[in-house]
């Protein structure tokens, strides 16, 4: 049975730094793309970024340029380093997993995503 687990969300002020880890287990992690998501209050599920198996990224436009994802295999563990944050970000953060067949398609809709962690909370106050 396939688990993610995030953490490392909190509270930080504008301009501030986070980073967020998800572990997972019950799965072969190399072989599955992984992608970050968030959830503020009335709003609904939306991209943040995403990591294929082979590594390589994309990122929703409003966090290019400040956010970075990475994954180390060897710790089934997947990141996202969170620079400069605004109050607007503020939200539940989720790490989301899909196998992947291959080929050379970027996911970043949460419908392409089935497995799911409980999310992190992560406060930007101003």
Do not use: H
Not at 23 to 40: C, K, N, P, V
Not at 92 to 119: E, H, K, N
Request: glycine share 12%; aromatic share 12%.
């Amino acid at each position: 049975q396939v688990q993610l687990v995030e953490s490392g969300g909190g509270l930080v002020q504008a301009g501030g730094s986070l980073r967020l880890a998800c572990a997972a287990s019950g799965l072969t992690f190399g072989s599955y793309d992984m992608g970050w998501f968030r959830q503020a209050p009335g709003k609904e599920r939306e991209f943040v970024a995403t990591i294929r198996w082979i590594g390589i990224a994309d990122y929703a436009d409003s966090v290019k340029g400040r956010f970075t994802i990475s994954r180390d295999n060897a710790k089934n563990t997947v990141y996202l380093q969170m620079n400069s944050l605004q109050p607007e970000e503020t939200a539940v953060y989720y790490c989301a997993g899909r196998l992947t067949w291959g080929g050379t398609t970027i996911y970043t809709d949460a419908a392409d995503f089935t497995s799911w962690g409980p999310g992190t909370q992560v406060t930007v106050s101003s």
